[in-house]
């Protein structure tokens, strides 16, 4: 039977051609290594955006509903704001590598900032616990395999401490001033989650560095070959 490969069997490279997936442009002038970098804090920036985005939507349309309630100023206030930092991290995205932080600290930057935004929302606005919960929880998600374990650690203690905060806060300032079993119980359930998402990011993490190391001596096995 004819071969038809003369030389035997082709040879299948186990390392994916990045190169492809660079599109030639303004970047092609760029190492490889550069440019392949610069895709994936582009893909962060655009993830964080549509977190950005899908949150705006869902609280404007639960302002609509009645559910939450939030001055025109301030919500015109929080988008101006979110705006200027998208900008900026988009401007980190696009600047190049020599300028650019290391995808961890820039993870790390987006991660406060929405943390922060968050905990104004939730400040500014009334009725508004289960979705600042969900907007805490997106932060999280988005963090945990972006930073380290210790660093997710300390962003969860950063989110919860915020929350508490300003959730006391306005438990003291309201007419007459009153901590509510219906309260703890909501301070309980975000806590809950919070500890969850903390516990879901260490078993992540773990065999997401098993799996990194395998494939790591699997590419090495390879090329000894």
């Known amino acids: 039977m004819h071969n038809p490969f003369p030389s035997g069997s082709p040879t299948v490279s186990t390392t994916p051609d ?3 997936l660079i599109a030639p442009g303004s970047d092609s002038d760029l190492p490889l290594s550069d440019a392949i970098t610069k895709l994936v804090t582009m893909e962060q920036f655009n993830l964080a955006f549509a977190i950005y985005c899908g949150w705006s939507v869902i609280a404007w349309l639960s302002h609509m509903a009645g ?3 939030i001055s025109m100023q301030t919500a015109v206030t929080n988008l101006i704001g979110i705006c200027a930092t998208n900008v900026l991290f988009f401007t980190i995205a696009r600047s190049q590598a020599p300028h650019r932080p290391s995808e961890e600290i820039t993870a790390l ?5 929405g943390i922060a935004w968050a905990t104004l ?4 606005s009334s009725g508004s616990h289960e979705l600042s919960i969900g907007i805490y929880a997106s932060v999280l998600l988005f963090a945990m395999l972006r930073v380290r374990r210790n660093v997710l650690n300390r962003l969860t203690v950063f989110a919860v401490s915020s929350y508490l905060t300003i959730f006391i806060i306005k438990m003291l300032t ?20 919070m500890l969850c998402l903390v516990g879901t990011g260490r078993y992540v993490y773990r065999h997401y560095n098993r799996i990194k190391g395998e494939y790591s001596q699997l590419q090495q096995r390879f090329r000894s070959e």
């Open 121 to 124: 929302f939730t400040f500014m």
């Open 18 to 20: 990045f190169s492809k």
């Open 174 to 193: 309201r007419e007459p001033p009153s901590i509510t079993p219906a309260s703890l119980v909501q301070i309980l359930i975000f806590i809950s989650i």
């Open 109 to 113: 930057a987006q991660s406060v900032v």
């Open 67 to 69: 559910m939450v309630s």
